[in-house]
């Protein structure tokens, strides 16, 4: 697990205990690439918070029905 790294579904952005809550790197988007990149930040500097906003139910979906990333589909 890495510290300071959480994954948020979009609509959490509505409530207002989430409206005061301090971030420090907002990656929107939750594909392989919004996955890859903040979970690279997160490890490349523990000290910041790192928040992933996903709005689909089904993070990583088109990686899984892909094959799991050995070939593309769109």
Sequence with gaps: M??????????VLKHKDMRNESIDIAVIGGGAAGYFGAINI?????????VLFEGSHKPLAKVKVSGGGRCNVT
């Design 2 to 11: 890495i510290p300071h790294f959480h994954i948020l579904p979009m609509n």
């Design 42 to 50: 997160a490890e490349s500097n523990r000290t910041l918070k790192v």
